[in-house]
């Protein structure tokens, strides 16, 4: 079984669980999860953990995300976006000074209504399912935030911007509340998701491409291994002595640890927040916090597969 995480391309029209699928399939594995759903006619990043790393979906889902988007003013659709019945089409009479502040005023914190057709359940039932009924109830509003907005591209009615944000955006949601706002409308044309925390998009595979490297035999060189995607926390290696105590998932104090190392540790003012927690022979256990009130370190998610 492979253990890690695969930077997909996800191409148009295909699901999430679509790409998760057809995983399977090529790589003989059913403990495959994927990080957050992506519209069938959206492309772009799409991690995708494998055995152990399945672990690390709601971690990952937590990370910021970067899209270029086109938006297209003057139009209201059902869905948000330009798949979806027209509600109602305006002439775009702003200029683009406007159009680009009213687009940057959207950085920051926001709060965003979910639409109707997106995949979060109500009583057990996706939005999306009432919708295709023709049913709409109400949605409370969620906390976003929008770390960066550039406008890379005006050309009215079209837009292409990049967006930066958190988890729960709804990039369709955006586009028509820029519209709204401008009072001309306005609905999603396309979406190219380019980042998830490190996973970029020049990076990404096809399944094509995916499959052909496993004939080629060289797949593994494009996993990425659990390890590596908290390459950002100090990396603790604890004594053999003492690792039967990882092993079976327990805590463990400061006299328990062989060495430290890593950003937080080197500024030698306290324990790290998070470590990456090793045994003297380089094997990989989980992620540890550490407990002020219990002066140890306590595990946050382990790892390690016994095969």
Known sequence: MIHGVINVYKEKGFTSHDVVAKLRGILKQKKIGHTGTLDPDAVGVLPVCLGSATKLCDMLTDRNKEYIAKLQLGVV???????????????????????????????????????????????????????????????????????EMEIQ?????????????????????LCNDIGEKLGCGGAMKSLIRSRVGEFRLEDALTLGQIEAMRDEGSLLEKIVRVDEVFSGYSACVIKNLWKRLVENGNGFGKEQISQISGPAAEAGT?????????????????????????KR???IKMFLTKE
């Open 153 to 173: 591209e005006m050309s009215i009615p079209f837009v292409r911007m990049r967006v930066v944000c958190s988890k729960g955006t709804y990039i369709r949601t």
């Open 77 to 147: 659709t059902d869905t948000q976006d330009m798949t979806g019945k027209v509600l109602r089409q305006s002439e775009v009479w702003q200029q683009e000074e406007e159009i680009r502040k009213v687009i940057l005023s959207f950085q920051g914190e926001s709060a965003q209504i979910p639409p109707m057709y997106s995949a979060l359940k109500v009583n057990g039932k996706k939005l999306y399912e009432l919708a295709r009924e023709g049913k709409e109830i109400e949605r409370k509003a969620r906390t976003i935030h929008i770390a």
């Open 297 to 299: 370190f306590e595990p």
């Open 270 to 294: 306290k324990m790290p927040d998070f470590v990456r927690v090793y045994d003297e022979d380089g094997i990989f256990y989980g992620i540890y916090g550490w407990t002020k009130e219990k």
